[in-house]
């Protein structure tokens, strides 16, 4: 069985949220892959900021 680690979990939702809101969200085809790459862009951006937040925070 495959045991994904905290990351790889967060790029998975990224990537499936942001195909998502892509296709829903936008009309045209470039803007949509456009729409969703800024998606995935800013889903694992501030996983990752959020989590240098956390870890800073606990220390």
Do not use: N
């Not at 045991?3 to 936008?26: C, D």
Request: charged residues 10%.
């Amino acid at each position: 069985m495959i045991h994904p680690s905290h990351f790889t979990a967060v790029l998975l939702f990224s990537l499936f949220t942001s195909v998502v809101f892509g296709i829903t969200m936008r009309t045209e085809p470039k803007q949509m892959v456009r729409y969703g790459a800024m998606c995935f862009g800013m889903f694992v951006g501030s996983a990752i900021v959020l989590s240098w937040l956390m870890f800073l925070i606990a220390r």
